[in-house]
């Protein structure tokens, strides 16, 4: 395992700091890392909210919260009592620049790290940004994070990315997209660029085509407002897919900076062939779940978890075919598909070599399938090449597709950090690598927008698909029409 570092002291203020996000990921994640001594004795964890709760409350809601999110085993009396006494509590209604800021004020140290978490509803960023700076609480080592989504569309992400910028520098701004943070993300950097096999290989003369699979079994979760005026494109596919998309496509670095590998992503995301108004009916399909079954489980349909009669235009599944135009890319699909009440869940990116150019065994000898190479993000994160072996035994010359597998449970027996873990040390290191820079977020939204557009503009609805299945058959035949298939037999 690599050695722990402590990070500099710091103060975190949590705005929102009784919400689920707090709850169910932050305060764990903080957890783990004073657990495994990451955090220097001083540093500090503020929660901020409109509650009347003391700093006792805080810390009673919070060892409550590690009793539901942190696995029993590694819940240990010494290690919450040593996390909990850094909690404190400032009551605060950061929406008002009249509330009382004194306490807060009172309570950070001048000259530590200040790291501001906003993890409220997005439309209150650019209020409470302006608000910490009319408190004369932004020092020269102040860092704000936003969770996504930033934004709605193009106009309204600029909006809140020129809000908070009056108050904060780009570098202090880190926009998480939590999947940057997964370790299976961060080994697509150290696969592509750290092993000189693959790279020779990333193109178009090898490389058939891209899968990127995102999916999910639970439905709204409790978020039907925000679900319903959002949908998988702008919730999941506008950040999470064409993050990994730009992974998998870019170019190498020319090092590991923030701003190197992100200007990398960004020139693929520019890349991107631009939807057309007609393309929306061949080139996307999108699906909303009606009532069926997950591991054997009825499970309702989206109107019933939306607790609604009327009819929902929203989609809950979306695929769709898109295009990196580059001289690396030229006539390489990249299939995205993802969406909610899917039979598992599962994400992960294939990579399907091309067939081979000629072969000398004869046609019966195998189930012919050409290479590829699937990396598995959740569960079960590894990577696996497939290549045809021979068949073992003396009856005759068979082949069959057999995995040159890596599972990272059993090859580095060792816990998976939660993505969190990674990026708030990140954010006190003031590393913002694997956080979205300004402009990639507006480009993601700027190749997004023309679909939800042509969506909007057509009179037919989303396709139903019964829950426990892998979406519309329309999905199907997105990919199948190309001669193509998904990749199913998730192992
Ligand atoms: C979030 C989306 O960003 O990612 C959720 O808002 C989704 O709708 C979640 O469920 C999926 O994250 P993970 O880490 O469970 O794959």
């Not at 990921?25 to 503020?46: F, G, H, N, V, W």
């Not at 870019?250 to 007609?278: G, Q």
Request: hydrophobic letters at 40%; one cysteine or more.
């Amino acid at each position: 395992m690599a050695k722990i570092i402590p990070v500099a002291t710091f103060d975190c203020v949590v705005f929102g700091a009784t919400g689920d996000l707090t709850l169910r990921k932050l305060l764990p994640a903080l957890y783990y890392r004073c657990r495994d001594r990451q955090l220097t004795p001083e540093s500090r964890i503020i929660g901020a909210a409109r509650s009347e709760l003391g700093d006792d409350g805080f810390r009673r809601r919070a060892a409550e919260a590690l009793k539901d999110h942190v696995a029993p085993a590694d819940l240990d009396p010494a290690s919450v009592d040593r996390f909990c006494a850094r909690l404190h509590y400032v009551r605060l209604d950061a929406t008002q620049p009249d509330a009382d800021w004194d306490g807060l004020r009172r309570l950070l140290h001048p000259d530590r790290v200040r790291v501001f978490y906003l993890a409220t509803s997005p439309d209150l960023y650019g209020p409470i940004c302006r608000n910490i700076s009319l408190a004369e609480l932004v020092t020269a080592e102040s860092r704000v994070v936003l969770e996504k989504p930033i934004g709605h569309d193009l106009p309204s992400a600029r909006a809140v990315n020129d809000h908070v910028g009056e108050v904060f520098q780009e570098p202090q701004i880190f926009r998480i997209d939590h999947y940057l943070g997964k370790e299976t993300v961060q080994n697509l950097l150290a696969l592509r660029f750290a092993n000189s096999i693959f790279e020779r290989l990333w193109n178009t003369d090898v490389i058939d085509h891209v899968q990127i699979t995102v999916a999910e079994t639970v439905g709204l979760e409790g978020r039907a407002g925000y679900f319903d005026r959002a949908g998988v494109l702008r919730d999941m596919v506008q950040n999470h897919l064409l993050q990994l998309l730009c992974l998998i496509a870019m170019e190498p670095p020319v090092s590991l900076e923030a701003d190197r590998v992100r200007d990398e992503k960004l020139k693929v995301l520019r890349a991107l062939r631009p939807f057309e108004p007609h393309d929306a009916a061949t080139l996307t399909v999108r699906g909303q779940y009606t009532q069926g079954a997950i591991d054997g489980k009825p499970v309702p349909g989206y109107l019933a978890d939306l607790g609604t009669d009327e009819p929902s235009t929203t989609e809950t599944f979306v695929a769709l075919k898109a295009e990196v135009r580059t001289w690396r890319w030229a006539n390489v699909p990249f299939y995205l598909r993802t969406g909610k009440r899917l039979p598992k869940k599962v994400s992960e990116i294939v990579v399907q070599f091309r067939a081979l150019p000629f072969s000398i065994f004869p046609e019966d000898s195998a189930e012919w399938q050409p290479n590829r190479l699937i990396i598995r993000l959740q569960p079960e994160e590894g990577i696996r090449l497939d290549v045809m072996t021979k068949d073992p035994g003396p009856g005759g010359l068979r082949l069959s597709p057999t995995g040159l597998d890596i599972r990272f449970a059993t090859a580095f027996n060792t816990r998976f950090p939660d993505a969190y873990e990674r990026l708030l040390m990140d954010t006190v290191r003031g590393n913002p690598t694997l956080f979205m820079r300004r402009d990639e977020v507006e480009a993601a939204w700027a190749w997004v927008e023309p679909i939800l557009e042509a969506w909007a503009g057509r009179p037919d609805h989303p396709r139903s698909y019964p829950a426990g299945t892998w979406g519309p058959t329309a999905s199907i035949a997105l990919i199948e029409r190309d001669g193509r298939t998904w990749h199913e037999d998730v192992v």
